[in-house]
């Protein structure tokens, strides 16, 4: 499985260890920089599916190097994560200008940092690649109460559910369900995204189900899913 590579750039030995330790069950391969000016030239190297930048550092501070990131047409998709000290308007301010994705303040929580990479590992969730794939999905409410239908495609956003009974939109969901080839379950949370009611559908193309968007998807399933997707066997899945 091709590990995910994240980039985390902070000149602060501390901070990186903290930062390391989040990913430590992930699979991710973790890349460091010290300086914006390193960032910069190990951004375009390894090419990373996100970066963590501090906003202060020596040679080049991360708002410059984020700028630079952005101005580049090859480089300008890979999302940039400020971190910053503190929330004060001027640092904030600088964040924004930077053109990055999104600011995150020091000291950062566990949840909230896993949080952030899960929502920018998936920045192309609407547009992901979705490839038909008949999988068994077991989901309900709750772990106790689970029903079970059947997958008509599948993307590392979510997937779509076909169901004679699809639930309200915003539903949330617990989700279960197996890859082809791989022992171990997908255990995640979800919710309904959209509805196509069975008597009058949106997409008639596609049967009565619902949209699920995948929630909390842990870093090395969504890696699971896109190694799925990218098989050398694209054929549909059923």
Not at 131 to 138: D, K, N, T, V, W
Request: include cysteine.
């Amino acid at each position: 499985m091709t590990p995910l590579k994240i980039l985390l750039v902070d000149d602060v030995e501390l901070f990186l260890k903290v930062e390391k330790t989040f990913f430590q069950r992930e699979n991710v391969e973790l890349l460091v920089a010290r300086s914006g000016r390193e960032a910069v030239a190990m951004v375009k190297a390894e090419r990373p599916h996100l970066v963590f930048m501090d906003l202060y550092m020596p040679e080049m501070n991360g708002d410059q190097a984020c700028r630079i990131i952005k101005a580049d047409p090859q480089l300008r998709s890979i999302p940039v994560i400020m971190v910053a000290g503190s929330d004060r308007p001027e640092d904030i301010l600088r964040c924004k200008d930077s053109r990055c994705d999104d600011v995150i303040h020091k000291p950062v929580s566990q949840r909230a940092f896993l949080d952030t990479a899960r929502k920018y590992l998936g920045v192309a969730t609407r547009t992901a690649t979705r490839i038909e794939a008949r999988l068994e999905i077991s989901y309900g409410l709750g772990a106790d109460r689970l029903l079970s239908h059947y997958s008509i495609n599948i993307s590392t956003g979510g997937l779509f559910l076909e169901t004679p009974e699809p639930l309200p939109s915003e539903t949330p969901l617990i989700l279960e369900f197996t890859l082809p080839d791989r022992p171990a379950p997908i255990r995640c949370r979800g919710r309904v995204a959209w509805v196509n009611p069975p008597d009058h559908p949106k997409k008639q193309e596609l049967p009565p189900g619902m949209g699920i968007q995948f929630i909390n998807l842990a870093l090395a399933d969504m890696q699971l899913i896109r190694d799925f997707i990218k098989s050398d066997d694209l054929s549909p899945h059923w």
